[in-house]
């Protein structure tokens, strides 16, 4: 007798499902996509921003963002960055993983229906803002026009490029602007760090929800040239997800005061988060 995902999550939220790797993506030199199935096909549906525990035996678990899904696998775009990941990015496909999820409410989609969006990432934080993208893009007559403002260390720091210079551009009524900190012989595009470079573009904040992710010193001067150009905090979203935890709000790691990122988010406003104790 076959047991359902949501048979699994009633008896304890915290067993993986068994999956495995079906493709792997070289998308930087230390950031690999991996695409996770399992024997019934896609694990579950999640919707844009939320995330999954993703756990290799004998090494252990961590919480990723799902940075899109296909028919029937979801993609984790993942960062060399310790143990566990080390040990993702020697694996090969057909290697079995774990899986469970989704966790987090995600991004906001019924309140961005209808505007225009601007994307702003940089790094590995394009990740989980392309999960929205692609939702956007999939379902194009839902939103208005999308602008996506991207950078990175370097010219080889760049993930999805395909995305970035093939896919995203095609789209109807789509910008793609991506500069990069430091630009080699390879690169002739803008050069310069995410905040002043989105100044230099300066897109009209009438009607626009701003979807911003990356690291905290990037949103940190980002939010200071939105200020400048007069964005409604209320109309910013950023996600905490490296916050995340347990995903469950047990383990008690991911509180912000008596908010639990896990439970409450980790996708907020800018006016949320400014209503928090400074503790992220």
């Given at each position: 007798?076959?047991?359902?995902?949501?048979?699994?999550?009633?008896?304890?939220?915290?067993?993986?499902?068994?999956?495995?790797?079906?493709?792997?993506?070289?998308?930087?030199?230390?950031?690999?996509?991996?695409?996770?199935?399992?024997?019934?096909?896609?694990?579950?549906?999640?919707?844009?921003?939320?995330?999954?525990?993703?756990?290799?035996?004998?090494?252990?678990?961590?919480?990723?963002?799902?940075?899109?899904?296909?028919?029937?696998?979801?993609?984790?775009?993942?960062?060399?960055?310790?143990?566990?990941?080390?040990?993702?990015?020697?694996?090969?496909?057909?290697?079995?993983?774990?899986?469970?999820?989704?966790?987090?409410?995600?991004?906001?989609?019924?309140?961005?229906?209808?505007?225009?969006?601007?994307?702003?990432?940089?790094?590995?934080?394009?990740?989980?803002?392309?999960?929205?993208?692609?939702?956007?893009?999939?379902?194009?007559?839902?939103?208005?026009?999308?602008?996506?403002?991207?950078?990175?260390?370097?010219?080889?720091?760049?993930c999805f490029r395909d995305?970035?210079?093939?896919?995203?551009?095609?789209?109807?009524?789509?910008?793609?602007?991506?500069?990069?900190?430091?630009?080699?012989?390879?690169?002739?595009?803008?050069?310069?760090?995410?905040?002043?470079?989105?100044?230099?573009?300066?897109p009209d904040p009438k009607?626009?929800?701003?979807?911003?992710?990356?690291?905290?010193?990037?949103?940190?001067?980002?939010?200071?040239?939105?200020?400048?150009?007069?964005?409604?905090?209320?109309?910013?979203?950023?996600?905490?997800?490296?916050?995340?935890?347990?995903?469950?709000?047990?383990?008690?790691?991911?509180?912000?005061?008596?908010?639990?990122?896990?439970?409450?988010?980790?996708?907020?406003?800018?006016?949320?988060?400014?209503?928090?104790?400074?503790?992220?």
């Amino acid at each position: 007798m076959s047991v359902s995902v949501e048979d699994i999550k009633k008896i304890n939220p915290l067993v993986p499902i068994e999956g495995k790797i079906i493709d792997i993506i070289q998308e930087t030199p230390d950031v690999k996509t991996f695409h996770v199935t399992t024997e019934n096909g896609k694990p579950f549906t999640p919707m844009p921003g939320q995330l999954a525990m993703l756990s290799l035996l004998g090494v252990g678990e961590a919480m990723f963002s799902i940075t899109s899904q296909g028919e029937n696998h979801l993609e984790f775009a993942i960062k060399k960055t310790g143990l566990l990941t080390d040990a993702l990015h020697e694996a090969q496909v057909g290697q079995e993983v774990g899986v469970r999820g989704p966790y987090g409410n995600g991004f906001p989609v019924d309140m961005v229906k209808g505007k225009d969006v601007l994307f702003i990432a940089g790094g590995i934080g394009l990740a989980p803002v392309r999960s929205l993208i692609n939702y956007c893009v999939e379902n194009r007559d839902d939103f208005g026009k999308l602008q996506i403002v991207y950078g990175s260390r370097s010219p080889n720091d760049l993930c999805f490029r395909d995305d970035l210079f093939e896919n995203w551009p095609k789209v109807k009524d789509t910008e793609v602007n991506v500069t990069v900190d430091r630009g080699d012989d390879t690169w002739d595009g803008p050069v310069g760090f995410v905040p002043a470079y989105l100044e230099e573009l300066n897109p009209d904040p009438k009607g626009k929800v701003t979807i911003v992710c990356g690291p905290p010193i990037m949103i940190k001067f980002v939010m200071q040239s939105l200020d400048k150009m007069k964005y409604n905090h209320d109309d910013i979203i950023t996600t905490l997800e490296m916050r995340m935890k347990c995903g469950i709000g047990k383990c008690g790691r991911c509180n912000i005061g008596s908010c639990f990122v896990c439970l409450d988010g980790p996708v907020f406003t800018m006016t949320q988060l400014s209503e928090m104790p400074n503790e992220f």
